[in-house]
């Protein structure tokens, strides 16, 4: 194999202050991997809503408070592909690592792997946990170096071009299935289910056997729902969603999976439910907004709420799996890296079905 060239500085995707306009700078430092550390070119990248939202400043913390313990400058991005061009010094679990092979830039970046969280499987709550939204740059630039033993090895025969959006949204949404605790033959309704979070919701609760009634709004939106699978489209710009649902499903739906970023989307999402429903809440909004549902309701209904931060590698390569394997097609559309701040105006204004992609290598 002949040397790879590796250039000394790199063009990246720069924030220099929350609140602040994106900024290409061409003579960014390409990281040197340090011990226990690959060096990977970047060559997609999704473009998830945390970072619009991160980006901004108004991302919530678990308090409902914005996050501002943010890396500053930053370089923002975590539904990464990679291939590996370079390994740092003294890789201690070196097994599938090699030059040449596919890997996720994913939301988290490092763990401690000693936590209580980390040992049970749940390391995406990992208590000196770092990610690449607030701690690292991630995927907007270049080259990334990352944690060799918390990588995401991928398979060679996966398309790296529709393989990013599954490494957070599609995780996200599979973990939010999985939560809702549905069966074959379940009604399951997706709240915001044209977008990027929602489309892959819509077509892994179809995978578990769920009957998907879609809520959203907006142009093309109903045709591109039923289009991945749903029985059902609410408009909810048009009709009564809560209304609409007990009609469709004469007791209720069995859960409910809401990806919406939309405080008005969690209000009563718990009265589409029937007694024993499941409320999955993937979505944050902005500020501390609440479910507007007596705790009566909750006790006498039998009602299970639960939240879901992305998942954990297992998780992720289970979802990664259905993608590889046709049973989930993410919709995405590429764009060029140099595009990012036009992509995040369409998603203010919620103008995006499915997911963007940027191409970051040439």
């Known amino acids: 194999m002949e040397p790879i060239h590796i250039p000394q500085t790199q063009t990246v995707a720069l924030v220099n202050s929350l609140g602040g306009n994106v900024e290409f700078k061409t003579d960014y430092p390409v990281p040197v991997p340090k011990r226990n550390e690959v060096l990977a070119k970047v060559l997609y990248t999704g473009v998830c809503q945390s970072d619009l939202h991160t980006r901004a400043g108004t991302a919530a913390g678990s308090d409902g408070n914005p996050i501002t313990d943010i890396k500053l400058p930053h370089v923002g991005g975590h539904e990464g592909i990679g291939r590996i061009v370079g390994l740092g010094p003294d890789i201690t679990h070196s097994a599938g690592i090699k030059v040449g092979g596919l890997v996720g830039i994913r939301f988290s970046s490092r763990i401690c792997r000693r936590c209580e969280f980390c040992l049970a499987g749940t390391e995406q709550y990992c208590v000196q946990s770092t990610n690449h939204l607030h701690h690292e740059d991630g995927s907007f630039q270049e080259y990334i170096a990352l944690d060799a033993d918390y990588l995401t090895l991928l398979p060679d025969d996966v398309d790296p071009m529709v393989m990013g959006p599954v490494l957070c949204a599609g995780l996200t949404a599979y973990k939010a299935v999985l939560n809702a605790n549905i069966r074959p033959g379940n009604w399951l309704v997706v709240v915001g289910a044209g977008g990027g979070l929602g489309h892959l919701a819509v077509q892994y609760a179809r995978a578990q056997g769920a009957l998907v009634i879609g809520v959203d709004t907006g142009p093309g939106k109903r045709e591109f729902t039923l289009g991945l699978g749903a029985q059902e489209f609410i408009d909810f710009a048009v009709e009564d969603p809560v209304k609409k649902v007990h009609e469709i499903t004469g007791l209720g739906a069995h859960a409910a999976v809401v990806t919406a970023g939309s405080a008005k989307a969690f209000a009563h999402a718990c009265e589409m439910l ?73 998603m203010e204004k919620g103008d995006i079905a499915g997911r963007v992609v940027l191409k970051i290598a040439e």
């Open 274 to 346: 029937r007694i024993g429903g499941s409320l999955s809440c993937v979505g944050i909004p902005p500020g501390r907004p609440c479910l507007e549902t007596p705790i009566c309701t909750i006790v006498i209904k039998g009602l299970r709420i639960t939240g879901n931060l992305v998942g954990s590698l297992k998780e992720c390569m289970e979802a990664v799996d259905l993608v590889r394997r046709g049973v989930v097609k993410p919709v995405i559309q590429v764009r060029s890296f140099r595009e990012l701040p036009q992509v995040y105006e369409e």
